[in-house]
């Protein structure tokens, strides 16, 4: 008791008190005159003030540490937790929460808002939302912006119009995360990055609570928003759990060989404690855990627990003590039976009730007390009974504390340092059990008896959530073992006072703690054992890393609960983190999870993203997802941007851009198909599916290395094109491939290998280039000579019967013009003419093998290819002749027509190999045709003079 003050101790315990002393609530105006409302209302303008200033800071955030530190501790070997500062600490004037929500709906306890419905937590902020506006009262001219909380701005206000608000406000959490693991990716900053996930997600957590205050919870897409809210609240102390965890691990190893070198005979409580901390990795962990949940709870706390506020700021029950007062004055004439005394232990000795208000605020304080406890706040737990005049009961919660007397080893020194803990611990620990047992107390008094003295059983009943059992379970675990290692060292000389003979009739394992969970008698807390996140909890605590792959992938293959895009970036980097922990588990399924968050990002289309976890895939992976990702990608510079991130995250951005263009061609194939009696003036339309296709070259031009590839995907796209009669397409195509093309794979390939040759698969795809280029030159000056043929020839001017002397001058000198059109346009036609002849023949007689026929082949030759261009020879050159005949035969070049024969059966090029017995015969019928009109012109039936 030497924190406290003696005196007030004594105060405490006193029946009697001063004239000054406070008037407790329910007493009238006339028992202690107009100063008894003065103190109320200074105290509201207080509040009031204070609320306003609450209304207006922003709250700094929690230090990240490995793991908190717990004032409940038995060791120090749990790294310390930051203290959480603030200039604007107004803990004294309205308690150490910041409001006070008296709803029917509000949660009995604060760590019971996880574990609420969806109705429920619409309802609750509900009550939030129907809570008087108070008006800030201090000014903010003095405060910086960093201390100020930013208004909700326009940009907040449309969130609020989004159809999930939630997501729309925690879209910039993906791209934060991704930012944070570029910048912490060396493996040395490991823990850094935990740190800073934990950090970004508390972000996050304090915007979204913002948020809901401000949305309308009548709407469906307010409890999108709440479920966000739960699962960043989660995932925010998952991050918590999984740094603290994993760094003690890390370094387990080498701690458990440590030799503390100590006499075990001469060690305190507080030092045996510490040696099996030191030791025990176990234990440890289990420590760390209790402080993890004890620094989530402090987070809740904050924001949802009721303030415990008193009229007194010394004296407790203080309305039983006006009673009293009464009686003794004989003033109070009233027949309620209350305790006769005052002294702390008067109402279990004389089983007599205090006065009914005093009832509401003592339970109302064991109930905040146990939540200080349960949060690791235990000073302020004192402080808090110290403040309402009960502190003997701050005295009391001293008397855990393990015992150590430093002066025992360090008397030379001459300096005489405090004594630490309670040398009677035992006795103290022994008769908190008997209280935790005892019905006459309140349950939070006994819980609260139970927690310092190992009583789970007494502990469970007041745990309103998974989490809270989690905590008793460890709390009792950690507690059985610390006494277990005492009493097997304790000092000679002193026998300790025996623990019941049930406190070890339980021990408890870490796998013992989350069996009883899963079969606890309450359905809410079973339930929530079955929560995702509390999984993942689980598995990290016990370590169990396959089993914890395992479950989130079978999460991914539930088509009906799918996880939300949260939960799977989450899922996507825990394995990563495990990565650079080296603790590589069950490889297909990690990928497979990294893969899901992948799409995720494909599908709401972060460019910035895909390409750093895509790189995280196998490389296979890596070049099947970043392709589909690109299949989508439509504007050009957008490509150029997305290329650009691929490699900067290392990826393949040629074997990319080349499964781009071959996933979007292979789409919708058609087989080829004949049609020679049609001409290409009545083109096949391009449709959207073919759009795309012509579009997908661009992939591959903006990088001059891949222009062979570009070269080789545009011959294959207009293969397609040509071989269905999409002429249009095919030159769109065409076009899509700059003209040097074939000049940058020449200077491409001699910086790389010399004067070597090119290889087999370029030098034909150049000139399978050259083929198309010559064969789409012919269908365009065949359709030049159609249009010019029927369509631009002029019109011969007519002259009606009786014309007058003006019209026949009109129409003489309309004859002239005619005829001087008709010259032109015999001479445009002539023209035409011979270019048609000369591109057609261009094709029919193209060297090194022939018009689509590959001049090298090796062993490694696309079959499907080959198979393409032999029936585009079957297809276009019958076409061909078939045009050149109808032009020849058209213009009257009879003779010329004849000679087409020849061609064909010409062994050189063995052009009659690609027609079939219809075509021959019908291209024989044509040349018989124009051999007839030879007749009729008196030459023979080869055109030569008879």
């Known amino acids: ?180 693991f570029r910048v912490f990716s060396s493996p040395t900053d490991v823990f850094r990055l935990v740190a800073e996930y934990e950090k970004l997600c508390s972000e996050q957590v304090t915007m979204l609570n913002k948020l809901v205050k401000k949305a309308n919870p009548g709407q469906n897409k307010f409890s999108k928003t709440v479920e966000v809210l739960n699962l960043l609240e989660q995932e925010k102390c998952t991050w918590r759990l999984l740094g603290s965890l994993y760094q003690d691990r890390q370094s387990a190893e080498d701690e458990e060989t440590m030799d503390t070198g100590m006499d075990m005979e001469r060690k305190s409580e507080q030092e045996i404690s510490n040696s099996l901390f030191a030791r025990n990795s176990s234990l440890r962990q289990s420590q760390i855990v209790v402080d993890w949940l004890e ?210 009739d339980k021990l408890l394992t870490t796998n013992k703690i989350f ?173 959207q599916v073919d759009r795309k296709k012509i579009e997908a070259i661009d992939w591959l031009v903006f990088d001059p290395s891949q222009r062979a590839e570009a070269l080789k995907q545009s011959n294959a796209v207009m293969r397609t094109f040509l071989g269905i009669k999409k002429h249009d397409a095919a030159k769109e195509v065409f076009h899509k491939i700059p003209g040097d093309t074939i000049d940058v794979i020449m200077k491409n390939w001699l910086g790389h290998a010399g004067r070597v040759s090119l290889p087999v698969e370029d030098d034909n795809a150049i000139k399978e280039y050259l083929c198309i280029k010559a064969y789409l030159n012919a269908l365009d000056t065949f359709n030049d000579w159609f249009e010019h043929f029927h369509n631009k020839k002029p019109v011969e001017p007519t002259v009606i019967e009786g014309a007058t002397f003006h019209q026949k001058v009109q129409h003489e000198h309309e004859e002239k013009e005619f005829k001087m059109e008709l010259e032109r346009w015999q001479h445009g036609l002539n023209s035409n003419t011979k270019a048609v002849v000369d591109n057609i023949y261009n094709v029919l007689l193209f060297p090194n093998g022939g018009w689509m026929v590959d001049q090298y082949t090796d062993d490694l030759m696309d079959n499907s290819r080959a198979t393409q261009l032999q029936r585009l020879r079957e297809l276009c050159i019958p076409l061909l002749v078939f045009l050149l005949q109808s032009v020849l035969h058209t213009t009257g070049q009879y003779k010329q027509a004849l000679m087409l024969a020849d061609v064909i059966a010409s062994e050189e090029q063995q052009l009659y190999t690609v027609f079939d017995k219809d075509e021959l015969r019908k291209l024989l019928c044509k040349i018989r045709e124009s051999s007839i009109e030879l007749l009729d012109d008196n030459l023979d039936a080869l055109g030569y003079e008879m």
């Open 295 to 504: 620094r989530n709870a402090v987070d809740q706390i904050q924001d949802y627990y009721e303030n415990v506020e008193f009229y007194s700021q010394s004296v407790c029950w203080e309305n039983t003590l006006h009673s009293l007062q009464q009686k003794t004055a004989r003033v109070s004439r009233s027949d309620r039976q209350l305790v006769s005394h005052m002294d702390p232990d008067a109402p279990v000795r004389e089983n007599k009730p205090l006065a009914e208000l005093d009832r509401e605020d003592e339970a109302r304080l064991l109930k905040n007390l146990f939540a200080k406890i349960r949060a690791g706040q235990l000073e302020d737990a004192q402080r808090l009974c110290k403040k309402c005049g009960q502190a003997w009961r701050a005295a009391t919660l001293e008397g855990w504390k393990l015992y150590h007397d430093s002066n025992m080893k360090a008397l030379s020194t001459g300096n005489i340092a405090a004594i630490e803990g309670n040398p009677n611990r035992d006795i103290w620990k022994a008769t908190a059990w008997r209280m935790s047992q005892d019905e006459r107390f309140h349950p939070y008094e006994r819980a609260i008896a139970a927690v310092f003295s190992g009583n789970l059983k007494e502990v469970l009943p007041v745990c309103r959530s998974w989490d809270d059992c989690l905590w008793a379970y460890f709390r009792v675990l950690v507690d059985q073992q610390v006494e277990q290692e005492i009493r097997e060292n304790v000092q000679p000389g002193r026998e300790s006072q025996p623990l019941p003979d049930n406190y070890f």
């Open 1 to 180: 008791m030497d924190s406290f003050r003696q005196d007030d101790y004594n105060r405490s315990l006193s029946f009697g008190v001063d004239e000054n002393s406070p008037i407790p609530r329910g007493v009238s105006r006339s028992a202690k005159g107009n100063s008894f409302l003065q103190g109320p209302k200074n105290h509201s303008e207080r509040i009031r003030r204070s609320m306003g200033l609450l209304d207006q800071v922003a709250t700094p955030g929690l230090g990240v540490s490995a793991t908190p530190s717990s004032s409940l501790k038995y060791s120090t070997y749990t790294p310390s937790k930051l203290p959480i500062p603030s200039q604007y600490d107004v803990t004294g004037i309205v308690s150490p929460t910041p409001r006070r929500l008296k709803t029917q709906n509000m949660p009995a306890d604060p760590m019971s808002l996880g574990s609420m419905s969806i109705p429920e937590q619409t309802r609750l902020a509900a009550s939030l939302l129907m809570t008087p506006i108070r008006q800030p009262i201090a000014s903010l001219e003095s405060m910086t912006p960093s201390e100020v909380t930013e208004d909700f701005t326009l940009t907040n206000v449309n969130l609020l119009l989004e159809d999930d608000p939630g997501m729309s406000a925690t879209a910039g959490l993906f791209e934060d995360f991704m930012k944070s």
């Open 515 to 687: 069996q009883d969970l899963q079969a606890f008698p309450s359905e809410d807390i079973e339930m929530q054992s079955k929560q995702k996140y509390h999984l993942i909890q689980k598995y990290l605590i016990l370590g169990e890393i396959d089993a914890l792959v395992e479950e989130m992938g079978e999460w991914l293959q539930d088509d009906v609960h799918r996880p939300s895009q949260h939960l799977v970036r989450f899922m996507a980097h825990v394995v990563l983190f495990f990565r650079g922990l080296g603790l590589d588990s069950k490889e297909e399924i990690c990928t497979a999870i990294i893969e899901a968050y992948v799409k995720n990002l494909i599908d709401v289309k972060h460019l910035e993203l895909v390409s750093v976890y895509a790189a995280q895939l196998p490389e296979s992976l890596q070049v099947e997802c970043y392709a589909h990702f690109l299949e989508g990608i439509q504007e050009k510079d957008t490509r150029k941007y997305c290329l650009q991130l691929a490699e900067e995250a290392g990826l393949d951005v040629p074997k990319i851009t080349k499964t781009v263009v071959e996933n979007i061609r292979n789409r919708d194939l058609t087989e080829f198909t004949a049609d020679t009696g049609s001409t290409p003036a009545i083109d096949a339309a391009t449709s």
